[in-house]
């Protein structure tokens, strides 16, 4: 029993001449780590809306998006609850635009109100200018736009949308024109199911 009281005597002695291993946080701020993944953050200057953060964020709840097609203007709403996130970073390796949202070094999160961890963006819809039917985001079809490039100029929909026509009045429906495609819907903002029955059809 003597030598075993002997080592702890020698730890503890050990331990009121050595340095501090503990941090000074909170009197000193945190130095994370190199590749540290905290808080996702949205980049909304090159995040576009499409979703697919949603879709291959893998905890319930922490990503979701709701597509509010009777407000005015339509918009999609994109949700975030970092109180649900487990920090995989899927939604920052398949962004869409890869700059869209981040894993920030943000690791000290602690909320009284779980609803102060929610956060929501909106990002205004494109619908079809025939049938009504969502497109995607305005944002989106304008990313892809510049993501063609010239080629964009073989569809009349992105044409009207790189020059800034989205934000037009959509012509009225006129209840005296025949039904079915007409040679002027070619320049309207169309979904692809009218796109391609104009196509066909013409
Ligand atoms: S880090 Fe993972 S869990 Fe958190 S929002 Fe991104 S995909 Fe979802
Ligand atoms: S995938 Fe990227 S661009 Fe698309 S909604 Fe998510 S963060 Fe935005």
């Known amino acids: 029993m003597r030598w075993p009281k002997l080592r702890e005597l020698k730890e503890a002695v050990n331990a009121v ?4 291993f503990t941090t000074r946080f909170p009197a000193e701020p945190c130095v994370v780590p190199e590749r540290f993944r905290g808080k996702p953050e949205f980049d909304l200057d090159t995040c576009i809306g499409c ?14 998006m709701v597509d509010a097609l009777d407000a005015d203007p339509p918009v999609r709403r994109i949700t975030h609850r970092y109180d649900c996130c487990i920090f995989c970073g899927n939604c920052q390796d398949y962004c869409t635009t ?19 961890t929610v956060e929501t963006h909106e990002y205004e819809l494109q619908m079809c200018e025939k049938c009504g039917a969502k497109i995607g985001t305005k944002k989106h079809i304008i990313w892809l736009c510049e993501k063609l490039g010239p080629l964009a100029y073989t569809n009349p929909s992105l044409l009207l949308a790189k020059s800034g026509e989205l934000t037009r009045t959509p012509p009225k429906p006129d209840s005296s024109a025949p039904s079915g495609p007409q040679a002027r819907d070619f320049m309207r903002i169309l979904c692809p199911k009218c796109k391609c029955e104009l196509n066909i059809k013409l």
């Open 51 to 64: 979703g697919a953060c949603v879709n291959v964020c893998p905890a319930a709840s922490c990503l979701t």
């Open 98 to 116: 890869q700059t869209g949202i981040a894993l920030s070094d943000k690791w000290d999160l602690a909320v009284l109100n779980r609803g102060d």
């Open 17 to 20: 001449v050595s340095p501090r």
